[in-house]
């Protein structure tokens, strides 16, 4: 099934197919810049570091990316668009970045944000440490 076969609206265009593989193909969060120099994207035509923030929108507007706050990087949604909040696990030794969904985190986040008087657009949690491989690797050294 393609990517956006579940999704309201128009088929994805081919730039944003095309970044989306390539944050897909990405073992850790990527920049725009360095989705700009992924031969792939050279070899699609994509020049300007606009395009690919333009794709990068979209793809967001879509659910079928993230954006790293903390790294300014962006990664492929790993279970499709939802409407609850997400987290990441980021290892600070490799670089990878894992996806978490955080439905009881987020109703006790908004309900103590209630109670304050704020009202809450968006929770997002980056949390950073070592993934399993890097932790083993520094116990074992």
Known sequence: MA?????DGPA???NQQTVLTALKGADK???????LGLPAIRKAG????????RALDKLMDRGLVHRIESLNAFVHCDHGPHDHATGFL?????????EVHLESCETHLAGRAREQG???DNVRVEMTGRCPECAARAAAS
């Open 46 to 53: 994509m020049k300007a570091p606009l395009t690919i923030y």
């Open 90 to 98: 980021i290892c600070t030794d490799c670089g990878r970045t894992l």
């Open 12 to 14: 994805l265009t081919r």
């Open 3 to 7: 990517d956006h076969a579940h999704l």
């Open 29 to 35: 969060p990527l920049t725009a810049y360095d989705v």
């Open 118 to 120: 704020f009202a809450v």
